[in-house]
Structures are given as C-alpha cells and as structure tokens.
C-alpha cells in the first residue's frame, strides 16, 4: 500500500460530461503529481501541485484541470470528455519534488 | 517525440537467472533515473535509482547500470524470481538541474516474466 489514495476506482460516463477525479496523497507529503495512461502507452504526466501551488505542466487539455486544496488533497476535473480520454489516471505524491513518487492504484475512466 | 525508451515491449526469463531490462533517453538534460514495478490493477511502485553523477546503484538483487556517454540504463534482477514477473517502467527528470520540478517522463514499459 503505497498510501496514496485515489478515488473513484473505475469511472464510466458518456462523450461530453464532467467528471472528477479524486485524490489523497500520502501523509506528510507537500506534492501531488497526475498522470494519464492510455492503452499502450507510458504514463504521460499531466500536472503538478505542490504546497497548493501549480509547479508544472505537461500535455495537459484545456478541458483538464486540477487543484490541490489546504488540506492536500488534489482533484483532477475532465471535462467535455471525448473517447479519446479514456484512460487509466495515476495520481502520486512525495515529499519533495526531489523524492521518489509514489503512486495511488489510478482511476480507470471509460468514456462511451 | 518520445525521449525516454523502452525497445523490448516484454522479456521471459528462467527463475534464478539475471534479467536485465534495458532504456535509452535522448534528453541530454535529464540527471535522474528511476525504475518503476507495476503490477495489475495497482500503481507503479518504486524500486531503484541512479543520478548521473553515478554509473552505478544496487539496492539487494536489483542494481541500475548508467552509461551517460551511450544515454543508456539497465535493471539488472539476480536472482530473478517468478515474483518478479510485472511491468518495469524506466523514468527520467532532470532534477539537479532544476528544471523538472519533480516532472517524470516515462518510457513505455517492458513486460517481464519469470518462469519457475
């Protein structure tokens, strides 16, 4: 148990909504890291929070957004979902951007 | 542009003998390497590390090689085990330089299995 929780564990909505994706990092851990891994394909990473504050950006849609809230704990918004985004999506957290990150078990989204 | 690379999608290995899973990276700033497990329906979970001022890491039976000339590493298992058998994920940050703010860009993954 790498102590990262992530919620929903699996996610199925239709083209066009909104969903949320939830997560709780690790206690004591400052930075929240969300990846996105589509079939047969490597984890592509899509954002970073640290302390509450956004610390970088990767491939990430407009229609994504994310935050992390005073307690920590970060949530991933998609929205206008297409098919093209279903996919399994990692949260992790460490204690400082210099440490290993340590995964939750992901959330599994199906867009149909 | 993938700049981190795995070339062999899976590797089958005979219990008790060495494994070694392989990456390439085209970055030339990336200083920090990492190899991730995965098994199903988890999260990938950290196993060993290696920065560039180093060529070598070994933590028990698994022990990172870094040729930065080549911009090549390896994982080698040994003894492998058949508890070993997962999805190895090599990842890069340039992280003593500053830049990656933690940022891992991943390869694509080696399935490994280790047959009793």
Redesign the interface.
Known sequence: DSGVTQTPKHLITATGQRVTLRCSPRSGDLSVYWYQQSLDQGLQFLIQYYNGEERAKGNILERFSAQQFPDLHSELNLSSLELGDSALYFCASSVTVFSPLHFGNGTRLTVT | DQQ?KQNSPSLSVQEGRISILNCDYTNSMFDYF?W?KKYP??????LI?ISSIKDKNEDGRFTVFLNKSAKHLSLHIVPSQPGDSAVY?CAASA?LSGT??????????TILTVHP
């Open positions: 981190v990492l991730y329906a988890e999260g990938p979970t950290f590390s994920f992280y990656s703010y933690g940022k891992l860009t991943f390869g694509q993954g």
